[in-house]
């Protein structure tokens, strides 16, 4: 038996499960997938015409993709969740959401796992905003040039620069235009939001913070203070990130960093976790007629 068994082991692919006698697609799923709602994902992935199985048909098991795929749409599930369901980007990305749904659901991982990154991309978009400028000289006579919002294109020294919102130059005489980081500009939560937010096993859902990115940062730091509690502070090599909080009143900012520089922090913002009351169960008795 052990001898038959290793024999059977063998025989199978790495990525490939058997099907057991009297399987069905949403049984082997379980099995392999931890949840019957696979099921859609290996008929799209064997191209099954249906859900009746044979008895050792060997199908193909879904690689790495499939994890990256659930993590992004973890991802932008909570984005989604924590949005403001009122911003003009809100239902954009609740349908970004759903196409990336529909890809998952259809084994088309890689394409789900985009489609996601772009659902939480949108909700950190703002709308178009006119151009507006400021220009300092310095003392030795130098010129910084900030865009505060917009596009600016910068020339000096027979080179042009294009800066965007919050990032800034310094023009040296008869020098090229040399970036000076921006500070990042918060996107959410918006500012004194409250967050409903799911309990999960081991606490509440994480929360989902994101800024704008700043044009040349390497990495950003976040500083999270809690109204009880110490000060955090967390690196990010994206300009988001998602943090496991308890409930409770939070204020935080966030400043972009380079290897030589850092920017200053951006304007503080607050929020509120609260944790979503679980649903309560109300059942009802009605007295039987039979005596």
Known sequence: MRLYLLMALLSLAPGEVEVRAGESLDQVAERTLGHR??????????????????????????????EKAQ?????ARNSVAQADPKSPQHDEALAKLKEAESHFH???????AQTADD???????RPAQPTRLSVVVNERGDTVVKAVSGRVSVEGGGTTRVIEDGASVQVEKGQAPRLALGVPRPT????????????VKNGLEPVVISWQAVQGAESYEVELVPAQGERRVMPASQ?????????????WSVRA?????????STERGFEVAEVPAKRLRVKVQSSKWK
């Open 37 to 66: 709602d696979g099921a859609s994902e290996l008929k799209a992935l064997n191209k099954l015409q249906g859900d009746t199985l044979v008895p050792g048909t060997k199908l193909k098991l879904p690689g790495a993709d499939r």
């Open 71 to 75: 993590m992004a749409l973890e991802s």
């Open 106 to 112: 259809s084994a088309r991982y890689v394409e789900a």
């Open 119 to 125: 659902a939480w991309k949108r909700l950190a978009e």
């Open 188 to 199: 959410q939560p918006q500012d004194n939001q409250r967050l409903s937010v799911k309990p």
């Open 239 to 251: 300009p988001r990130l998602q943090v496991p909080l308890a409930a409770g009143t939070y204020r």
């Open 257 to 265: 960093l380079t290897r030589d520089s850092r920017s200053e922090a």
